[in-house]
């Protein structure tokens, strides 16, 4: 008689199979993101100055004519944003097309002053006198000459402070391009806007990003500093007109607030710039590739 043994149990254990590797969510990116030290630590700092500054006005029992407390200034806020907002987004028209001005103009400007080394000495040093006159002396001549339409001479002076940035830094990011490359560019025949197009634009790439990143703040500058001297008023009123007429009015808390917002909506341009930047660069320039050490 055969026995048949009992059979044994496999010493194969099933594997639990687990999921392939999947990309992270935007969720677990954002909560990366927030717990990071780029962001932990502004925030630390921005706590402690607000306590800071708290502390400051209740002990030296200063008035809020002098100097309002963060609490007054953050219920101010609150309370104003329906007058305050509308005057903001006015400014932030005049900043956006002061900047798409300036990004346009200086681009092309900086492609000029590339194709020929004379027409950049003849004209670079025109665009620099533009950066250094103080916009607060020409402001008043703009506006008269083009007193008929007010938010026109506004996106003038604000693009004539963020002009020259995007111009010198394009230009020096498009005269930097690898002259080995250049020269293999014309022993293969390449054309000068092959050549351009090709080589010198991706090399000047993230130079022109970095003068954006300037720009973005100096057009808010320009359109605030714009709105000051032209001092508008009525409905189409910017930020700047509020900030006036609180100061006027001894409205210091308002004031403050209308601060606050502008400084915000210059951190915020600068961010998405950034971020932006970030993005374009992020495969292949060393300045955006994250790296473990």
């Known amino acids: 008689m055969v026995i048949k043994s009992p059979k044994r149990p496999s010493t194969q254990a099933k594997s639990t199979v687990l999921p392939a590797a999947t990309p992270q969510s935007w969720r677990w990116r954002l909560g990366q993101w927030l717990l990071s030290p780029d962001v932990l630590a502004p925030l630390v700092v921005g706590i402690l100055a607000l306590a ?9 029992e200063l008035p809020p004519y002098l100097l309002p407390g963060p609490i007054l200034v953050a219920q101010t806020l609150v309370r104003e944003w329906p007058r305050l ?3 903001l987004l006015i400014t932030l028209q005049i900043t956006l097309a002061a900047f798409g001005a300036a990004t346009l103009s200086g681009l092309l400007i900086a492609i000029l002053f590339t194709q020929s080394k004379w027409i950049e000495r003849s004209l670079f040093p025109y665009a620099v006198i533009l950066q250094t006159t103080p916009i607060v002396a020409i402001a008043p001549l703009i506006i008269i000459w083009l007193r008929n339409d007010t938010f026109a001479a506004l996106v003038v002076c604000a693009w004539i402070v963020a002009f020259f940035p995007i111009v010198s830094n394009t230009t020096l990011g498009l005269n930097s391009a690898d002259h080995s490359l250049r020269n293999l560019f014309e022993l293969y025949g390449a054309n000068r806007w092959q050549t351009l197009w090709y080589l010198r634009l991706p090399s000047a790439l993230p130079y022109f990003l970095g003068g954006l990143r300037i720009s973005g703040g100096l057009a808010l500058i320009g359109a605030v500093v714009a709105e000051f001297v032209a001092g508008t008023g009525g409905t189409r009123s910017g930020i700047a007109y509020q900030i006036l007429m609180s100061s006027y009015n001894l409205q210091i ?3 403050f607030a209308a601060l ?5 909506l210059g951190v915020l ?9 970030d993005f ?14």
Do not use: G, K, Y
Request: charged share 20%.
């Open 269 to 277: 341009i600068f961010v998405i710039l950034t971020l932006l930047s």
């Open 52 to 60: 800071l500054w708290d502390l400051a006005v209740r002990l030296l």
């Open 260 to 264: 606050i917002m502008t400084t915000t």
């Open 85 to 87: 907002f509308p005057s």
């Open 280 to 293: 374009l660069l992020r495969h292949w320039h060393e300045s955006a590739i994250r790296r473990e050490n």
């Open 253 to 255: 808390p308002r004031m």
